[in-house]
């Protein structure tokens, strides 16, 4: 059974820096889609970045892609996200999944994951 646990969100202002990291455990081989979501009150489950662990090819959605950089580290089994200039709209709860299925990089879905970690909350304040 794989595990994902979240860690690294806090509260910060606007235009500073977050690095998100999701320790995995559990897996039964060595090559995993991971990914980010995330989902702010009210609105629904967004995507925002993919990664092959398997090569390292990663994905990131077109909002974020500038501010927001998807890695891995295998040594650690573990996922990060840099989140760079933050902005308001960023406030969030952001999730980490992973799934061992073939599929193609960007623009995924929740239904795409079958493990999900419990999620860790970004706020951003003016």
């Known amino acids: 059974q794989v595990q994902l646990v979240e860690s690294g969100g806090g509260s910060v202002q606007a235009g500073g820096s977050l690095r998100l990291s999701c320790a995995a455990s559990?897996?039964?081989?060595?090559?995993?889609?991971m990914a980010w979501f995330r989902q702010a009150p009210g609105k629904p489950r967004e995507w925002v970045a993919t990664?092959?662990?398997?090569?390292?090819?990663?994905c990131s959605g077109d909002s974020v892609q500038d501010r927001f950089t998807i890695s891995q580290d295998n040594a650690k089994n573990t996922l990060y996200l840099q989140i760079n200039s933050l902005k308001p709209e960023d406030t969030a709860m952001y999730y980490c999944?992973?799934?061992?299925?073939?599929?193609?990089?960007?623009?995924?879905?929740?239904?795409?994951?079958?493990?999900w970690g419990q999620g860790t909350q970004v706020t951003v304040s003016t």
């Open positions: 999944a992973a799934d061992s299925r073939f599929k193609r990089l960007c623009r995924l879905t929740g239904a795409d994951f079958n493990y």
């Open positions: 990664i092959y662990t398997g090569g390292g090819s990663t």
């Open positions: 559990g897996y039964t081989g060595s090559r995993y889609y």
